[in-house]
Nanobody, 116 residues
Framework: QVQVVESGGGLVQAGGSLRLSCAAS????????MNWYRQAPGNQRELVAA???????TYSESVKGRFTISRDSAKNTVYLQMNNLQPEDTAVYYC??????????WGQGTQVTVSS
């Protein structure tokens, strides 16, 4: 098992930026996949961005070009830089860590609210 804790959510106006952080209790280089998901009220949880232990990144089409996932292995932290935020980005954002022998681990989520 690995514990992950998100931070950095908040209220921002449309066009603004936020950076979310996900701190892991294990070395992120040992975690096969670290993901950012989001869930808006009434919607299913959706994958926003992911980074593998090799540093390969992927994004959903809805955030591509606006969001950037990165990591600092020395801090065991993964980040989600979110630029040009729009009201439709409003959701609870969750960090998820998946690894062989580590299982599927979720954080408690952090609220992002974008006002128009």
């Amino acid at each position: 098992q690995v514990q992950v804790v998100e931070s950095g959510g908040g209220l921002v106006q449309a066009g603004g930026s936020l950076r979310l952080s996900c701190a892991a209790s294990e070395s992120i280089l040992k975690i096969n996949l670290m993901n950012w998901y989001r869930q808006a009220p009434g919607n299913q949880r959706e994958l926003v961005a992911a980074i593998t232990s090799f540093g390969i990144t992927t994004y959903s089409e809805s955030v591509k070009g606006r969001f950037t996932i990165s990591r600092d292995s020395a801090k065991n932290t993964v980040y989600l830089q979110m630029n040009n935020l729009q009201p439709e980005d409003t959701a609870v954002y969750y960090c998820n860590a998946v690894g062989r022998g580590l299982g599927n681990n979720w954080g408690q989520g952090t609220q992002v609210t974008v006002s128009s």
